[in-house]
């Protein structure tokens, strides 16, 4: 089995380059280096099933291969990425998940999009479900992001009912483990490195809004079992426990030993306040639930931090 991987060089897309390529898989792996980094896959360079492209997938793409698998990882995926990246973020979600899809058409392929828990926005229910269609402001500077995976989900699904095209649809909640940059300004890199070189944690708001936290092996696991579906449509994937962000402060906190102060920062515009997933149809159709709980998962990641600071 060929399976094309776009932002393969990204977190969770080198994990799915591992996984698939231990399980006898030949990868093609395209990535702009914009946020992913060749480091993540510099071990499997030289394997004979594997091949690295680099390339901007919001441009046409030509794969002369016949490919059985498309899973489409690439786009920035922090606020701090796509903030500072916001049009290639638009043509990434758009243009470049228009290219792949039309190499998933011409191939027969397997299509399985990386959505985000982002289309539900702040949220209004609680916890959310795939039903619920979210409260996004069009105007806000998240929404280059928001907006842009609501049209990818929209633009996969039509390919589906149009052109029969086989698809999955991933809503994939916060995700945490080793490759993650630790200066994307996402919350457990951020954290975690604040912990470790005795910086001051900082914190946006209050600190009482809340997350939910799944760890990679987990939403590997998930996406592999999903790929296996025949489900079209949005699912949830993510780790159903909910948690304060000065609760995860806390827990750092023990598993470093440090006693770091912490440093209040304005909210951000538009940062949602609760965020939990809903995974009943995960368990369904899936049969998972994610295994690694918050505490181990930290301390994995942590000893991951501490070899490349």
């Known amino acids: 089995m060929r399976i094309l991987i776009s932002g393969g060089a990204g977190f969770i897309g080198s994990h799915l380059c591992d996984y ?26 030289k394997n004979k099933k594997f091949k690295f492209i680099q390339a901007d997938i919001s441009e046409p793409i030509k794969i002369n291969e016949k490919i059985d698998r498309i899973l489409h990882f690439a786009s920035p995926a922090s606020p701090k990425d ?5 049009i290639e973020t638009l043509k990434t979600n758009s243009f470049g998940t228009y290219n792949l899809l039309e190499l998933a058409l011409k191939n027969k ?32 500077p998240r929404a280059v992001y928001d907006e842009s995976k609501r049209f990818a989900e929209t633009l ?15 809503r994939i909640f916060n995700t945490y483990g080793p ?29 009482n809004q809340t997350r ?14 999903l790929l296996e579906t025949d489900y079209p449509k949005p699912i949830n994937l993510g780790n159903p426990n ?40 995960a368990k369904k159709y899936l049969h998972w639930s994610p295994k690694i709980n918050l505490e181990k ?3 994995l990641t942590i000893d991951w931090v501490k070899t490349i600071i």
Do not use: W
């Open 156 to 170: 996969t699904y039509s390919y589906h009912t149009k052109y029969k095209v086989s698809v999955r649809i991933a």
């Open 179 to 207: 490759r993650m940059r630790i200066d994307d300004g996402r919350i457990i890199p951020n954290l975690i490195n604040q912990a470790l070189t005795n910086q001051p944690f900082t914190i946006y708001g209050k600190g």
């Open 109 to 140: 392929a397997v299509f399985l999009l990386a959505s985000s828990s982002e289309v539900y926005g702040d949220p209004t229910e609680h916890p959310q479900t795939e039903k619920y269609f979210g409260n996004i402001n069009t105007a806000s």
């Open 297 to 299: 998962g930290l301390k």
């Open 82 to 86: 796509y903030l500072k990246y916001p």
């Open 242 to 281: 909910e948690i304060t962000i000065l609760h995860l402060i806390k827990l750092i906190s023990e598993i470093t030993g440090t006693e770091s102060k912490i440093k209040y920062l304005p909210l951000p515009e538009d940062d949602p306040k609760r965020r939990k997933p809903d995974i009943t149809l």
């Open 20 to 45: 698939f390529i231990n399980h006898n898989c030949s990868i093609i792996c395209l990535d702009n280096l914009i946020t992913g980094q060749k480091e993540n896959i510099r071990h499997l360079l």
């Open 212 to 225: 939910s936290f799944c760890y990679i092996s987990d939403m590997v696991q998930a996406i592999a079992k």
